[in-house]
């Protein structure tokens, strides 16, 4: 559906207007279905990307500052989300045995468990909604926010 039809606009100042909003409806688009999926394992989006850098990092541990500056909501706080999933079991924290004032954080099994489980199904999901794309036209689309952002 037309972003003018999904919020009942007609008219738009111009283009780049126009893209401006579209930008902002689609990615709240997105985030609600990546929240409806995540709600079945109990995770934020937030805490389900902390989660994808852990694993991915596997079996190395990160620091918050390393988590901070790998997630996509730069505005989250890192803490307050590893101590939510160190809670639910998902995350460990040690500390460093170099520098005592680093804290280490890791993913458990429970976690590598919750994670993969959920981006299966995430994926799956993804798959679902975005193959009205074209590869080429997802390829395209993704250079051009790229482009955007540089």
């Known amino acids: 559906m037309r972003l003018e039809e999904e919020i009942q606009q007609s008219k738009f100042k111009d283009e780049y207007h126009k893209l401006g909003v579209n930008i902002i409806y689609s990615a709240s688009w997105m985030s609600s279905l990546h929240l409806q ?3 079945n394992f109990n995770l934020s989006v937030q805490q389900f990307n902390i989660l994808r850098i852990l694993n991915g990092r596997d079996p190395e541990p990160a620091t918050v500052k390393l988590l901070t500056e790998r997630m996509i909501d730069k ?3 890192a803490s307050r989300l590893v101590e939510k999933l160190k809670q639910k079991g ?3 924290r040690t500390s460093c045995s170099e520098d005592r004032r680093r804290v280490d954080i890791a993913i458990t099994e429970k976690g590598k468990k919750t994670v993969d489980q959920a981006s299966r199904i ?3 999901e993804i798959d679902n909604t975005l193959s009205v794309l074209t590869k080429k036209e997802a390829k395209q689309l993704n250079d051009l926010l ?3 952002r540089d």
Request: no cysteine; glycine share 6%.
């Open 37 to 39: 999926v995540l709600k």
């Open 75 to 77: 505005m989250s706080n």
């Open 90 to 92: 998902l995350v460990a």
């Open 122 to 124: 995430l994926e799956g």
């Open 146 to 148: 790229d482009k955007m």
